[in-house]
T-cell receptor, first 113, second 114 residues
Framework: DAGITQSPRYKITETGRQVTLMCHQTWSHSYMFWYRQDLGHGLRLIYYSAAADITDKGEVPDGYVVSRSKTENFPLTLESATRSQTSVYFC????????????FGEGSRLTVL | AQSVSQHNHHVILSEAASLELGCNYSYGGTVNLFWYVQYPGQHLQLLLKYFSGDPLVKGIKGFEAEFIKSKFSFNLRKPSVQWSDTAEYFCAVNLNSGNTPLVFGKGTRLSVIA
């Protein structure tokens, strides 16, 4: 089915471990985004990408790495997870950066112990 | 720095009451404005958006929002809420033609009670 899918949906890890959250979209949207959602902070942008091999930092990029070797995939890696990275992570995509609707995935809930 | 402010953290209403959720932004320049909704346990979905034309925009499920440029505001309204409107509502803004990504407010949780 067409859409945007995230995996895993739930993940528990330990401090210092590397974690990768996957995001895959089937619409061939140029733009993809990673947000984290935390109580009291709403959604904050971590990284975004305008096309394959083009990525840019958002508001809270520290501790995260992204790549975009293919248009449809936009993985987010936590190189050494910390407790402060416990959050719900949402991937989103759009074909129009300025006025287009963002289509969100179902979210990945990450707990760092 | 650009910011988006949502005045109410949590709003509790009875069914059939009218709703108004505030949103103000601090961007200088022409903006695009959005309201997204997140139902319990679900992902965000677009309610409505404004980028030009009539400042009163209508969205899905009976929601509307009014852009008041002089007040830097984009408040969300619904004349009569239903229990199914219980959700979290996010205002979001970006600069028109700025290639700036969406910035979201902190959200307002709406609880509708029977």
């Amino acid at each position: 089915d067409a859409g945007i899918t995230q995996s895993p949906r739930y993940k528990i890890t330990e401090t210092g471990r590397q974690v990768t959250l996957m995001c895959h979209q089937t619409w061939s949207h140029s733009y993809m985004f990673w947000y984290r959602q935390d109580l009291g902070h709403g959604l904050r942008l971590i990284y975004y990408s305008a096309a394959a091999d083009i990525t840019d930092k958002g508001e809270v990029p520290d501790g995260y790495v992204v790549s975009r070797s293919k248009t449809e995939n936009f993985p987010l890696t936590l190189e050494s997870a910390t407790r402060s990275q416990t959050s719900v992570y949402f991937c989103a995509s759009t074909s129009d950066f300025d006025t287009g609707e963002l289509f969100f995935g179902e979210g990945s809930r990450l707990t760092v112990l | 720095a650009q910011s988006v402010s949502q005045h109410n953290h949590h709003v509790i209403l009875s069914e059939a009451a009218s709703l108004e959720l505030g949103c103000n932004y601090s961007y200088g320049g022409t903006v695009n404005l959005f309201w997204y909704v997140q139902y319990p346990g679900q992902h965000l979905q677009l309610l409505l958006k404004y980028f030009s034309g009539d400042p009163l925009v209508k969205g899905i499920k009976g929601f509307e929002a009014e852009f008041i440029k002089s007040k830097f505001s984009f408040n969300l309204r619904k004349p009569s809420v239903q229990w199914s409107d219980t959700a979290e509502y996010f205002c979001a803004v970006n600069l028109n033609s700025g290639n700036t990504p969406l910035v979201f407010g902190k959200g307002t949780r709406l609880s509708v009670i029977a």
